[in-house]
């Protein structure tokens, strides 16, 4: 059974720091894994999806990186802004989509 | 384009009682997911579908919970009756492709529903 965690749990930091959110997973029989954002009381939006053939990803300020090998992905957020306050959710796409617990990111102005 | 619709947003229940969501996905999208997502946690699934057919519901505890995708379109998810621990946001979403294994997916705002 796949199983995703996180870590950290949460993370405060200034804004225009980089920081990175890790994300790893037990089973490496997956077709791709995903990283989400939440906002408060809102559904969550994709932000990048990297397909198992694929290493990394970028959108804008946001760079996905997969290892299937180690079992782990990476977020990295360069010059962290406040609107970037969110929890941030990874997935595991196998045979099922499985969250992880989230990294809940504040960015202080 | 309009996005994953789901009502109502917020549902106050007192145990024992039955309740009912209602999920509409994004026009043209044959996969729709129910999901449960408790405090602090990520989302869980409960069930899939591909068109009207449920694909994988081996999560979904059928004592209590049902869900149709009549038309292969709308979704409801029903609990009859409702129990304390069933608290939690119920997300809806859907995704192009009738395979899951390549497409991202399109959540909802959410019902939160709180069983007193």
Do not use: M
């Not at chain 1, 890790?22 to 077709?31: E, Q, R």
């Not at chain 2, 049902?66 to 379109?73: D, F, I, N, T, Y």
Request: aromatic share 8%; glycine share 8%.
């Amino acid at each position: 059974k796949q199983e995703v965690t996180q870590i950290p749990a949460a993370l405060s930091v200034p804004e225009g720091e980089n920081l990175v959110l890790n994300c790893s997973f037990t089973d490496s029989a997956i077709y791709n894994l995903q990283w989400f954002r939440q906002d408060p009381g809102k559904g969550l939006t994709s932000l990048l999806l990297i397909q198992s053939s694929q290493r990394e990803q970028t959108s804008g300020r946001l760079n996905a990186s997969l290892d299937k090998s180690s079992g782990r992905s990476t977020l990295y957020i360069a010059a962290s802004q406040p609107g970037d306050s969110a929890t941030y959710l990874c997935v595991a796409g196998g045979q099922n989509f499985v969250f992880g617990p989230g990294t809940r990111l504040s960015v202080l102005p | 384009e309009a996005g994953v619709v789901q009502s109502p947003r917020y549902k106050i229940i007192e145990k024992k009682q039955p309740v009912a969501f209602w999920c509409n996905p994004i026009s043209g999208h044959n996969t729709l997911y129910w999901y449960l997502q408790n405090l602090g946690q990520g989302p869980e699934l409960l069930i899939r579908y591909e068109n009207e057919e449920a694909v994988d519901d081996s999560q979904l505890p059928k004592d209590r919970f049902s869900a149709e995708r009549l038309k292969g379109v709308d979704s409801t998810l029903k609990i009859q009756p409702a129990e304390l621990g069933d608290s939690a946001v119920y997300l809806c979403a859907s995704s192009p492709a009738a395979s899951a294994s390549t497409d991202t997916q399109y959540f909802g705002p959410g019902t939160r529903l709180t069983v007193l």
